[in-house]
Every structure is written in C-alpha cells, then in structure tokens.
C-alpha cells in the first residue's frame, strides 16, 4: 500500500509556532484555531482604513 500524500505544506503555526497538522491547517491544535478566532472577532486584525475626501462636493 502507498503512503499517502500530504495535502498541504507543513508550516509554523501562525500562533505558536509549532509545526501545524493536516486537521487544524494553518494551526498546529484546535487551541490556537480558537485563539486565532477570538482575535479575528474581537478586532485585533482590523485593517486600518482612511476616509476619501468626497470628490462632487462644492466648495465652501
């Protein structure tokens, strides 16, 4: 029987720093999946944005 054939590279995890796993992809456990989470909702990945100065407005 052949060995099967991986997926998806082995990388670090994004969080710790372990090797990741097949199931938990990027994350090395379903801990750092869930912490990876919490500071997806919680804002902490935010991307700033700035505001357009709007382009049809009249001159004051």
Known sequence: MADPIPLR???PCPICGKPSTQK???????RC??????????GSYAI?????EEEDQPPA
């Open 48 to 52: 700033p944005a700035t505001v357009a």
């Open 24 to 30: 938990q992809h990027p994350f090395c456990s379903g």
């Open 9 to 11: 590279p082995r990388r």
């Open 33 to 42: 999946a869930q912490i990876d989470l919490h500071r997806w909702l919680g």
